[in-house]
């Protein structure tokens, strides 16, 4: 794919997240834009697989086309116009956090529920081993009994965000109804739901407060109450939450491949939730 030669005047931008900056055209509500700070081909694969999401019918925006500044790659998207993402709706009013929260936790069963053309996309085992080698900070003996610990999670072809955190899904009112869209899907694939949820906790239970501020516009008081309230209704009233989490934290610790991929430094709050567990 060709991108796209675009001026940066014609847009505004109006977010930030680790990997890109976002942007609204000026004169076009219809447009938005996602430019990446480094990683060219992260652009052209987040596309790929954004137009591949889009076309299993799974609630994303529609993707358009690759562009670049001429300096940097990103893609256009179709904008929601008027869209808030859960962490923000969380933080413009967080008494109603229990409520946005069983709504992304439905939002996510749904996806978790939908099975893949496994032809298409990449298991989720395969991406993180690909990250662990890469990873310069783990030493070779706690590589193997993580390669060891991924290779014994169960296996299954439904669909997994990637980094599935509560501001990569989006809801916008439309006459009255409202709808929800996934975001950010460059590390899209399939396999065992557990890989997603990790991240899910990884955002509401481990940041510092000054993170969880910045980033998510929310104090980690509410982010935790955001977990709870995500996980009775996404396992349902008859679970064991207490054991529950005890599992989810060590996807969360896993989700550190991805962090450190992005950050390229070592998260020792992450990874604390391996030792004694993984390794």
Avoid at 191 to 208: A, H, K, Q, R
Wanted: glycine fraction near 6%.
């Amino acid at each position: 794919m060709s991108p796209t030669l675009i001026d940066l005047n014609d847009y505004i931008r109006v977010g930030e997240g680790a990997n890109g900056a976002s942007y609204n055209h000026k004169t076009d509500p219809s447009l938005m834009m996602k430019l990446y700070f480094r990683n060219f081909e992260a652009a052209a694969l987040e596309l790929e697989l954004a137009k591949k999401v889009y076309n299993m019918g799974i609630p994303t925006p529609e993707p358009g086309d690759l562009v670049t500044d001429g300096t940097r790659m990103g893609i256009r998207f179709r904008r929601i116009e008027g869209k808030k993402s859960y962490s923000r709706a969380c933080g413009d009013h967080p008494e109603r956090t229990d409520e946005y929260a069983r709504e992304f936790a439905r939002m996510c069963r749904q996806l978790h529920a939908t099975h893949v053309d496994t032809s298409l996309f990449e298991n989720v085992k395969d991406r993180l081993y690909r990250m662990l080698d890469a990873n310069p900070d783990f030493t070779p003996e706690q590589k193997r009994k993580i390669h060891d610990f991924i290779a014994a999670a169960p296996d299954a072809d439904t669909a997994i965000h990637g980094d599935l955190q509560f501001s990569n899904g989006i809801f916008v009112e439309e006459n009255g109804v409202r709808k929800q869209y996934f975001i950010d899907l460059g590390d899209f694939c399939y396999g065992y739901y557990m890989f997603d949820l990790g991240m899910v906790y990884l955002c509401c239970c481990l940041n510092d407060e000054a993170w969880t501020m910045e980033q998510y516009h929310m104090s980690n008081a509410t982010a935790r109450r955001f977990w709870d309230a995500f996980a009775r209704e996404y396992f349902g009233p008859d679970a064991d939450l207490e054991e529950m989490e005890r599992q989810v934290k060590i996807y969360a610790g896993l989700k550190t491949l991805i962090v450190e991929r992005d950050t390229h430094c070592p998260m020792p709050q992450f990874r604390a939730m391996l030792e004694g567990t993984v390794y």
